[in-house]
């Protein structure tokens, strides 16, 4: 996620590929070195492909951390301090984001 606006009710994100140990051989069928290091077990890939979404008036919000001020407040607050780089897992129905959770990296 790149941006979000609650008021607004719409997020700006950037599209990935999440790549792991288990799924190497799909690294070859996009071009990447299937033999590449992945020391947290894991590659994410990412390219320019900014996208915006309607977010609906509540849609689910699950992250590790951010709840001391409320998850919208301080997700908001790291996305405008830190720049924005989460990985998410975004779910949508008709277009419209029902659930943003962020994926856990050690």
Do not use: C
């Amino acid at each position: 996620i790149l941006e979000l606006d609650f008021e607004n009710e719409w997020l700006r994100l950037n599209e990935a590929q999440w790549y792991t140990e288990e799924n190497r051989e799909r690294l070859a069928q996009v071009h990447l070195d299937p033999n590449m290091e992945m020391p947290n077990g894991y590659y994410i890939r990412t390219w320019e492909n900014d996208r915006t979404m309607d977010m609906g008036k509540r849609p689910e919000i699950l992250v590790v951390e951010f709840t001391e001020n409320g998850v919208e407040k301080e997700l908001q607050k790291h996305l405008e301090e830190e720049g924005g780089y989460l990985p998410f897992w975004i779910t949508s129905e008709n277009g419209v984001v029902t659930k943003v959770e962020e994926q856990y990296v050690p």
